[in-house]
């Protein structure tokens, strides 16, 4: 590369067309990974609605072969036509008939599902009692462990469908699942409950579920992968796309992992989508999903050669327009770099004179650009180096010597005594623009000037100006009321700007008195500097006096004021970094709170959780330990005088589990019903005349009065009848379980804006600590708890949200053993209000 660093043009040249390279390489680059991006989440969209789509599919299959397999053994008529043909006492025709019941069902099953190869009852022992295919007709279970898996599922504590796995059937040539389940006899026969054969059908793998996996936009590359996942691996069910494996052959060990990761995880319970390595090692954007159901995983993908394959012709456009625009850039440069390097050689040329003691060398160049500029401030530069040079170098010193660890309050009046000293002026002054005294640089209002006179801090124009005084001929300067008498054109007066990061920060200001004879000039040109809050001009034009300012002492103070502005920048980091420092804190402490209120959350809804799960679990025990005895004595005195007596029992605790069960889902929908809902004027009488007539038939009987106390007129109330009837229904029902002796009466009123309904009993009442839970839900009074009452403690929590839905609320007034009152009120809609109003 030693060639490129010697020549300037060729630098030109390489430096254009690298530029034009980076630009275009970093185009294509956000093209290719846009367009990628791009297209990743357009086939990962595809691939997920089409995994979702088999996954439906797969389920649904599933579900209608346990339905039919369930429906057709579980059938009265299946069970009761073959306990006839089993039977040994039954005569050759009623056994010829229930045959060919039994015939036809499975017959009429098999042409309803095309996938169903082989439909047959078997007997326990594996003999093949009825088929659709004559052939069949007996001979024997081939599959003896679909036979014994679906008796021992029939064994079991609670009998469930039996299904076969994916199997290969080596006669048939094909890969089918097998669904089995007993058929029991009647319960109206002797022999009741016991095992009298099995149902088995047998389905055809590629007319179904393999078909699914086939029927989807797979495009050249695309293809489904159906897994199991076994102890020591994973084995493939289907026939896979590019794959000379056939299906249940292909088995993935545990330790290839990484490289089959998508089937392995699906079949392992994970769902998900990736760009990942395929089982067959092909690099694949790939989408799987696990089906409960079977324990299967789903897998659909599709090669990313396929996916980004657009992207090629991308690259290969922008790789012409590449060459075509460098080809341009390079024509083009040429005459560029040659304007550009011989006028620098002429500067190069002059610079080596000077650096070698020539300060005499001129440079012939003349144009009116940045170059021509460059060409008369280098001639300035040369006039002035060698004058300036001491001076700076005493400047940089001095100002070393300021910096050097020292506090910003110091360091500032340092500087400040350092222009007087270095310029030999009359005064100089610091003005920071919009100090704030609370939140700014407060460390200027200790800082001393001089020896002679201290400084001041002092506002000028919206700022804070620090003083610095020398003693000139006797009298002391002001600098504060020189900024106000001095014209802003005064030769006496230069300021330079104080320039932070991104704003002015103040100005540097220097008075120097003027001499009747006043100094020559470095540059006869005129010079300008323009500072904020003053500007200070000088010219060459003769008058009687001169400013003794030059243009060293204008650097020099340029040079103050850029360490000046190193200080102010300084102290302002540390200030903002101290204040970020205390809003970090602040916040991670908020962050902290709102992370506590959240836990405190979750947790009372986990304990909300576990106790209605409990709950349910000990309402629903008392039932079901009810049933199960008093069907096991049913069951061991089927001939009893008591066999009315155990079924009335069975019928009460069906009723209670009922009961229990409905309040529950009427309270969940209550919950999930929306705040709006469809309300009707409804008339609040006729519900509770319906209510009444519905349970006064429970007071058959029994010492206790039931008296309606209706409004005179209807009382019309915006609601949901349906609901209201079920809230009035509870209320009305609590007083009749809880009343077992006396009246029970119920009202309806309107007093100001609402609708009452008022039920009072004179049962056992409610004790006053039960008072404030009665409606949560399975709460039930300590009085209660103790009695033999059936309840769950759902009906007032379906009461209050009733009353919710309603825009109302439930209020209750009991002392215990004396009675209690419970008021139910709604908003009257606005024309009964109104019409109520005009009456009084």
Known sequence: MRWLQQSLHRRILVALAFVV??????????????????????????????????????SAWVAERESDVMFLSGNHFTRQHLATFLRADTSAEEKANAAEVLHESLASLQRSRVDYNRIVIASPTGAILISPTEQLVGQRIGNRATLEGTLAAGQAAVPDIYIQRIEYNE??????????????????SPEAGAILGVLLVAADMSQSVYHFLEDWPMGETGTAVLSLAESDGTRILNQVRFDTAKPLERF??????TSAKPAQLAARGDEGTALAVDHLGASVITVYRFIPEMQWGLVLKMDTSEIFAPLRALLSQVLLIAVGVLFVTTLLAFPIAR??????????????????????????VERRDEIGLLSRSFRNMVHNVERHHQQLMAVNQMASDILGARPCDEALHDLVQAACQLTDAEGAAIILDDYDCQNGLQWLSAATASTEKPGSVTRVDGGTALFA??????????????????????????TTPIWGQDRQLGSLLLYKRSTPQGRQHLVPNAHKIDASPHTVSSSSSSSSSSSSLSLSDKETLAALANYAAVVIENARLVMQLQQWNNQLEQRVAER??????????????????????????????????NLKLQSDLLRNHIDSPRRDRYVAAIAKQVDIMAQLIGD?????????????????????????RDVALKYSEHLHGRPVRLGLDLADHPLTVAGEPVQLRRAVGHLMRNAINYTTGGTICIRTFLAGSRIYLQVQDTGIGIA???????????????????????????????????AKLHQGELAVESKLNQGSTFCLWFPAPKPVADRTAVAR
Do not use: W
Request: aromatic share 4%; with cysteine.
């Open 592 to 625: 902290t709170h709102e992370l506590n209120v959240v836990n405190a959350q979750l947790t009372q809804l986990d304990e909300m959780k576990t106790e209605f799960i409990y709950n349910v679990s000990h309402e629903l025990r008392n039932p079901i330990t």
């Open 664 to 688: 529950m889902l009427d309270l969940l929908q209550l919950e999930k019903m929306p705040a709006q809902v469809t309300l009707s004027m409804v008339d609040l009488n006729g519900i509770v």
């Open 469 to 494: 005084m020398r003693n000139g001929g006797g009298q002391s300067v002001d600098l504060s009321a020189l900024l106000f008498t001095k014209p802003v054109d005064s030769p006496e007066l230069l």
């Open 768 to 802: 006053e600590a039960d008072l404030p839970h009665i409606c949560q839900r399975f709460f039930r009074g300590t009085n209660v708890s103790q009695s033999t009452i059936p309840g769950a403690g759902l009906g007032l929590s379906l009461v209050r949200e009733v």
């Open 339 to 364: 304007t550009l390097v011989n006028p620098i050689r002429e500067l190069v040329n002059a610079t080596h004179a000077v650096g070698n003691g020539n300060l005499a060398v001129s440079v012939p």
């Open 21 to 58: 390279l980076f630009s275009m390489v970093t185009l294509a680059c956000v093209a290719y990974m846009t367009q990628r991006e791009a297209l990743e989440e357009q086939f990962s969209a595809q691939l997920n609605a089409a995994v979702d789509s088999k996954r439906a599919q797969i």
């Open 171 to 188: 006669k048939l040539d094909l890969y089918e699942m097998c669904f089995g389940q007993v058929i029991r006899a009647p319960d109206d």
């Open 252 to 257: 993935i060990p545990l330790e290839e992992r």
